[in-house]
């Protein structure tokens, strides 16, 4: 069974088109994050959502914007897409009661953006 | 959270331990040490971590120095399958902080 799952795996699209990456985990747990990984390797936290609500946004354009509908689920929308947003996508999630050393990642979305 | 260092690369033989060491000297006292490993096109794997005693599980044992300011991932029997990013975290356990990731070592196990 897939702890972390994302969807799409994998997502090639036009610049100015919006895209979803959907993410949902089966382990529980209560708070849930996106990650952006470029062409250079460097992994960036871009949000953080505990229990539906959004604790961490880090500078990242308003066309992202995620959504949680429950504690399972943390979607990414992507509003006019831009030949930068090219990078692979990773969800991950971490346990409850604050204890968010333990990452768990699902298998990454990779975005093209052509 | 603590800032960490790490070489950008090593390499290794099969079968042989793989020490990958990791720089903290500025950890303060309530900072774990946390390990993960990314291995090509997947999404990074939490393998340990620990406060001020060495750990081990399955996967890997992890050796803090006595102050801290530095800790040494072993991969005791290292496989090509261990070939990989690894990344050295140093952070408070609990809380709202977000794990932020570094460059990592680069670990090549050769046959």
């Known amino acids: 069974d897939t702890a972390v799952s994302q969807t799409p795996k994998y997502l090639v699209t036009q610049m100015g088109n919006d895209k979803s990456i959907k993410c949902e985990q089966n382990l529980g747990h209560d708070t849930m994050y996106w990650y952006k990984q470029d062409s250079k390797k460097f992994l960036k936290i871009m949000f953080s959502y505990n229990n539906k609500e959004l604790i961490i946004n880090e500078t990242v354009p308003n066309r992202f914007s995620p959504k949680s509908p429950d504690k399972a689920h943390l979607n990414l929308h992507i509003n006019s897409l831009e030949l930068g947003d090219s990078a692979v996508y990773f969800c991950a999630s971490s346990p409850p009661g604050g204890n968010t050393g333990e990452l768990f990642f699902g298998e990454g979305s990779r975005l093209t953006v052509l | 959270d603590a800032k960490t260092t790490q070489p950008p690369s090593m390499d290794c033989a099969e079968g042989r331990a793989a020490n990958l060491p990791c720089n903290h000297s500025t950890i303060s006292g309530n900072e774990y040490v946390y390990w993960y490993r990314q291995i090509h096109s997947q999404g990074p794997q939490y393998i340990i971590h620990?406060?001020?005693n060495n750990e081990t599980n399955e996967m890997a044992s992890l050796i803090i120095t006595e102050d801290r300011k530095s800790s040494t991932l072993i991969l005791p029997h290292a496989t090509l399958r261990d070939t990989a990013v690894y990344y050295c975290i140093v952070r408070v356990r609990w809380g709202s902080y977000i794990p932020t990731f570094g460059r990592g070592t680069s670990l090549i196990v050769h046959p």
């Open positions: 620990g406060l001020k």
